[in-house]
């Protein structure tokens, strides 16, 4: 089945305490992008990857970091979290055709709780 | 300011009713997308517009794309309770393809 995962699905942690939320795809899709969901504040961008190695800010990078090393897998790192950076995020993934990309397919997102 | 307004808001209707939710721009839209939402869940693609104009169906859900491709509609016919969610447009805006920009969304609930 095609399909972008996420894990974990829910976490819970303290302020500082590093952690990594894994994305992956099953599609071949060149593009994957993370995206973050407040009450009142809608869908953000926070970083994308066109390709391998190939990474860029969104609307909302700051206290984020990514990787993209390998095709199917596209990890977001939270260096320090804080309070603030709790939320719903989601992953997302697309094809690519003539450099542009093309509809997102979304994974089930994660819910995250910085205490 | 948002780039992507979407209204109404939040929607309340009977089942067997038709609604309209709309999404607008004051910039030109090069790819509007919609997508629907459970609370709290992941987004499923439903249709994407790109010509001005331009009008999908799928099952009793029509989307358009005005021939400015600044504003979309997405009407519901004969609404059940299985319409229930959040309704997304997202757009690449002002010819950027790199970002999806998302309007906040318009809650919908179908009473039975």
């Known amino acids: 089945e095609a399909q972008v995962t996420q894990n974990p699905r829910y976490l819970i942690t303290v302020t500082g305490k590093k952690l990594t939320v894994t994305c992956s795809q099953n599609?071949?899709?060149?593009?994957m992008s993370w995206y973050r969901q407040d009450p009142g504040l809608g869908l953000r961008q926070i970083y994308y990857?066109?390709?391998?190695?190939?990474?860029d800010k969104g609307d909302v990078p700051e206290g984020y970091k990514v990787s993209r090393k390998e095709k199917r897998n596209f990890p977001l790192i939270l260096e320090s979290p804080s309070p603030n950076q709790t939320s719903l995020y989601f992953c997302?993934?697309?094809?690519?055709?003539?450099?542009?990309?093309?509809?997102?397919?979304f994974g089930p997102g994660t819910r995250l709780l910085v205490l | 300011s948002q780039e992507l307004e979407q209204s109404p808001q939040s929607l309340i209707v009977q089942e067997g009713k038709n609604l309209t939710i709309n999404c607008t721009s004051s910039?030109?839209?090069?790819?509007l997308y919609w997508y629907k939402q459970k609370y709290g869940e992941g987004l499923i693609f439903l249709m994407m517009?790109?010509?001005?104009?331009e009008e999908k169906s799928h099952e009793k859900i029509t989307a358009k794309l005005d021939e400015k491709k600044q504003q979309s509609s997405l009407h519901i016919t004969a609404s059940q309770p299985s319409h229930a969610g959040i309704y997304l447009c997202?757009?690449?805006?002002?010819?950027?393809?790199?970002?999806?920009?998302f309007g906040k969304g318009t809650l919908l609930t179908v009473n039975p």
């Open positions: 997302a993934s697309s094809r690519t055709a003539g450099g542009r990309r093309e509809t997102q397919y």
């Open positions: 599609m071949n899709h060149e593009y």
């Open positions: 990857s066109m390709n391998v190695e190939v990474t």
């Open positions: 910039k030109t839209l090069y790819g």
């Open positions: 517009l790109q010509k001005g104009g």
């Open positions: 997202g757009a690449d805006i002002g010819g950027s393809n790199y970002k999806l920009t």
